[in-house]
């Protein structure tokens, strides 16, 4: 049966979308709903066989662990063993907000959510509906980006129905994520916190809620930097990718451009240029598409591009590389795993 999906945009319809939202969590289902980063495929974090409804719905594997969402300092606290130092610094500066801390887990938090590991991801998300959500429900929402494992991330509805909309039983449908790529995960298991996965909230940022002193390099635990990303358990590079074959590349006019496909021999017709600075406007290459060059509007935009790409049976694409820098390295992250084809 293809989901039910239910609209927020007025008062009554999202009190409507809570209550019905609430009610099959409260059963043990899984369903996808809206956050500011990506939409989440979220369950009760406490059951068991709810969560393994994500994991089943997604065709994710089991040592991939799942972010657990929260709205409270309380609900917090009883995911975790205990709260880190940094953990109280960096939630103080920026939850509600797409940042997953890393903390020792709590016992009552199930094997089948931290992949049986001893930390557990939190996020306390921004967006109200999700947030009355979990409010209603009184327990915490483990929920992974509601897309097929390997796939794009969605940032809107018609993303999730395209990929779930046959095996999930609801859709909340809020619009188009206003992030647009999913939250910084960073871990403060360690005396200093460590950037697992960059995101818009970036390392520079972290940093300098941290006190003074906290970037000192020190041997197993580099300071967080933009750029560089330690492995998560499960992190696959083939994540976050497009159907598409996606390089990055940088030119600086058409004939360069030309030059880096020259080896593909693909119709051109099959070829989309993803460009913010350098644009191909000649028409040689018939599908360019224009994406911001600022991050924000950038990482909005990113996903539903990439999204179109595909949906418009685009054989390559090929991605203008971005700028340097912390606050575009989220962004450069997603083009890197986007353009890999590896898993490991
Ligand atoms: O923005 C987001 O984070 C979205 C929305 C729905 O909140 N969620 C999301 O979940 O992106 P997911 O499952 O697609 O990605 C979670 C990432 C994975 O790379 C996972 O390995 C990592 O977080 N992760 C989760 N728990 C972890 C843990 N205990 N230690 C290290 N990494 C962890
Ligand atoms: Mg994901």
Redesign the pocket.
Known sequence: MPAEVLSIHTPALFEAAVTRAAALLRAGEAVALP?E?????AANAWDPAAVARIYAAKG?PAH????V?VADPDLAAACAAHWPPHAALLARAFWPG?L?L?VP?SPRVPDIV??G?P???I?W?QHPFMQAVIRACGFPLA?????LANRL?PTCAAHVLAQLGDVLPLVVDGGDCN?G???T?V?VTGPVPRV??P?MISAEAILAACPPGTGAPDGDHPPPQAGSTPR????LDL?YAPRARLTVGTWSNEAELARLLADDRIDPARIWIVAHSSVPMSGRFPNVVLIPGDPEAYARALYGELHRCDEAGAERIVVEAVPEGTEWAGIADRLRRAASTVAS
């Open positions: 956050t980063t990506v939409y989440g495929l994710r991939n662990p799942l972010i969402h797409p997953t890393v887990r931290t992949a590991g930390t557990v991801g996020r998300p929920a992974p980006s509601a897309n991330s992030v790529i999913e939250s995960v871990d697992l996965r995101g998560s358990p499960g992190q994540h």
